[in-house]
């Protein structure tokens, strides 16, 4: 397995934020240092056990997607080279393959969520009320069901510890404007749908993902943050795929299972994860990158 990387130690570029799976490193007036780490978290607390290799992952996914999709929409990677960011070798060799040097933007306040199979909290909203989100969708829907079309089901993004809250599209309106809006919507559905189709013909579902938008200084939409990983979506195996129980994944959630099992009341600090569940788990990433990328 190769070197697990828990915490960053860049001691050259002021510290902005360290979230639950990425540290930001602030390099200019225009430009910062995401360090994608092989943390994981699950019930909104990071674990004290890394995957290893998760971070390489969820880093070489997100540039994948972003090079496939850059017809659709300007996204915030940066020509700058990371020797010019972090000239010392050694901090260099850490974090090399978790990096990615990007614009600054201003951040909308908003995830954009697309569901294109009815799951997690679509489901329960579609339960109680035979919608989600305020859409009205079909009687007699089935757990995991593919959905008519695919569904913007936008959230408000949480302080530190808390929930995100979904929102219905007039809520989206009132926190951006009309115009980003409605840009925010149609791009975040064309985006969804040609990924899903090209990751169905390599046998894999996108369920729902969740994409981010930054605004540059003229005021254009731009993709930021991670895209299309099995962190920030829900991958399902074609192969495996039936409607009516919830399918197998390629994310997190066989962590989550795991942890369902234990004494532990969901807060921090996690426990320590066996060497059984870190060795599975990692080979969940490796092998959705495969189907994506090698083909």
Request: hydrophobic share 40%; aromatic share 8%.
């Amino acid at each position: 397995m190769p070197a697990t990387l828990h915490t960053s130690h860049i001691k050259s570029l002021p510290l902005l934020h360290s979230g639950k799976v990425r540290d930001i490193y602030d390099i200019d007036d225009g430009h910062m240092l995401i360090v994608t780490t092989d943390r994981i978290s699950a019930f909104d607390v990071i674990m004290p056990t890394p995957i290893p290799g998760k971070g390489i992952i969820l880093n070489e996914v997100t540039q994948f997607w972003l090079n496939e999709l850059s017809h659709i929409i300007p996204n915030q990677t940066s020509d700058l080279k990371l020797e010019d960011v972090l000239p010392d070798a050694e901090e260099r060799a850490e974090v090399a393959s978790h990096t990615m040097i990007v614009k600054k933007l201003k951040a909308l306040p908003i995830e954009a969520i697309v569901r294109g199979y009815i799951i997690g909290s679509g489901w329960k909203d579609y339960q109680a009320t035979g919608a989600i989100c305020g859409i009205e969708l079909p009687a007699n829907l089935q757990l995991a069901d593919k959905l008519p079309e695919a569904l913007f089901t936008p959230s408000t993004k949480a302080a530190v510890g808390a929930h995100d809250e979904n929102i219905d599209y007039n809520k989206s309106i009132d926190l951006l404007g009309d115009d980003i809006a409605k840009q925010v919507r149609d791009v975040s559905l064309q985006l969804y749908n040609e990924a899903a189709e090209y990751a169905l013909e390599r046998g894999i579902i996108i369920a729902d993902t969740k994409f981010e938008f930054g605004l540059d200084a003229d005021g254009q939409l731009t993709l930021i943050d991670e895209v299309l990983t099995p962190d920030s979506s829900r991958f399902w195996p074609k192969d495996k795929y039936q409607p009516g129980s919830s399918p197998v994944s390629f994310d997190k959630q066989f962590v989550r299972d795991y942890l369902e099992t234990l004494d532990w009341n969901k807060t921090a600090p996690g426990p320590e994860l066996p060497d059984s569940i870190v060795t599975k788990t990692a080979e969940k990433y490796e092998y959705a990158k495969k189907l994506l990328m090698e083909q």
